[in-house]
Nanobody
Framework: QVQLVESGGGSAQAGGSLRLSCSASGYTASPVCMAWFRQAPGKEREGVTSIHVGGRTYYADSVKGRFAISRDNTRKTLYLQMNDLKPEDTAMYYC???????????????????WGQGTQVTVSS
């Protein structure tokens, strides 16, 4: 059974940085797509960024130039480096993965079949 466990969340001041990690287990072949989503209180879950096993990445406009996604397939770990944090980045952040073959990865939640339980990020002004 594939499992995803996020870590690295916490509190930061506006302009600060945090690095999230997502440790994966329960599979042999790497997921084709991995991604980060977030959900703020009272809002719908939104896609933040995704990365293909081949390395291609995709970012939501709201985080372009501030966030960076990466993956270490050997360590089965997904990362999200978040810089220049803003109060509007406050949310529960979720790691997601999918094994279906595709040439690129979206940030649409219905395209992902495996989810972690989330880690909270709080940014104060």
């Amino acid at each position: 059974q594939v499992q995803l466990v996020e870590s690295g969340g916490g509190s930061a001041q506006a302009g600060g940085s945090l690095r999230l990690s997502c440790s994966a287990s329960g599979y042999t072949a790497s997921p084709v797509c991995m991604a980060w989503f977030r959900q703020a209180p009272g809002k719908e879950r939104e896609g933040v960024t995704s990365i293909h096993v081949g390395g291609r990445t995709y970012y939501a406009d709201s985080v372009k130039g501030r966030f960076a996604i990466s993956r270490d397939n050997t360590r089965k770990t997904l990362y999200l480096q978040m810089n220049d944090l803003k109060p509007e980045d406050t949310a529960m952040y979720y790691c997601a993965a999918d094994f279906r073959a595709r040439s690129y990865c979206s940030i649409t939640d219905s395209d992902f079949g495996v989810w972690g339980q989330g880690t909270q990020v709080t940014v104060s002004s």
